[in-house]
Structure formats: structure tokens, C-alpha cells
């Protein structure tokens, strides 16, 4: 099973901005999606964006668009998860996820990855 390590989290201002990156042990071109996804406390974890491996295609929740973005470095092996406009909502433990075997577009929900990252904590203060 592959492995995957998110970094990039920290403590920002509203307004702030952070990249996260989520580092593959398995070229990021074998996994046909790939996806971010956050839990805040005593909420339940949401899906952030999704990125297909091939045509590049990204989706994103309404709560996010226009200030996160998605990539996909394959020859870093990495995915990133670029966040400008932080609010004190986006506050929350953010996980990268691969390996969905049966999403082939549009969003692609948690329970369809086989593979998660251990998360890093961001934190958005007012």
C-alpha cells in the first residue's frame, strides 16, 4: 500500500495562506484521483478538492473555491493543496487520500480511497 505524508500545516492569520503537500512513496501517476480532504473538531471530515491523475481535471467544494487549489507534481511525487484566503472556518485536520478504484470523475467521495495520509493540523486565527 502506498505511503503518503502530508506537511505544510501551521498557525496563520485570516487572510493567510498555506501549502500543504502530500508526499507519495508511489508515483503520484498511479493513482487515477487524488484527494484533499479536512476534519474540524466534532465535525465530520469533508472532502476538499479532487484531482484526476489524468486530464487534470479538479473539483472543489463550494466552501473552498476560489482559494484553494489543487496540483500534482509527478515528478516530485507530490500533491499539493495550495490554500490563499484562509478563514477561521478552514481550521482543521487535513488529510490527502489515493488509490479510489471506482471514481472516474466529478467528486470523489472518502469512502472510495483506499489510501490516507496521517493529516497535518492547520489553524486559522482571527
Known amino acids: 500500500q502506498v505511503q503518503l505524508v502530508e506537511s505544510g500545516g501551521g498557525s496563520v492569520q485570516a487572510g493567510g495562506s498555506l501549502r500543504l503537500s502530500c508526499a507519495s512513496s508511489?508515483?503520484?501517476?498511479?493513482?487515477?484521483?487524488w484527494g484533499w480532504f479536512r476534519q474540524a473538531p466534532g465535525k465530520e471530515r469533508e472532502g476538499v478538492a479532487t484531482?484526476?491523475?489524468?486530464?487534470?481535471?479538479?473539483y472543489y467544494a463550494n466552501s473552498v473555491k476560489g482559494r484553494f487549489t489543487i496540483s500534482q507534481d509527478n515528478y516530485k511525487n507530490t500533491v499539493y493543496l495550495q490554500m490563499d484566503d484562509l478563514k477561521p472556518e478552514d481550521t482543521a485536520m487535513y488529510y490527502c487520500?489515493?488509490?479510489?478504484?471506482?471514481?472516474?470523475?466529478?467528486?470523489?467521495?472518502?469512502?472510495?480511497?483506499?489510501?490516507w495520509g496521517q493529516g497535518t493540523q492547520v489553524t486559522v486565527s482571527s
Open positions: 487520500a489515493a488509490d479510489a478504484t471506482y471514481c472516474s470523475g466529478g467528486y470523489c467521495p472518502e469512502y472510495e480511497y483506499n489510501s
Open positions: 508511489r508515483y503520484t501517476s498511479s493513482s487515477n484521483v
Open positions: 484531482i484526476y491523475s489524468v486530464g487534470g481535471r479538479t
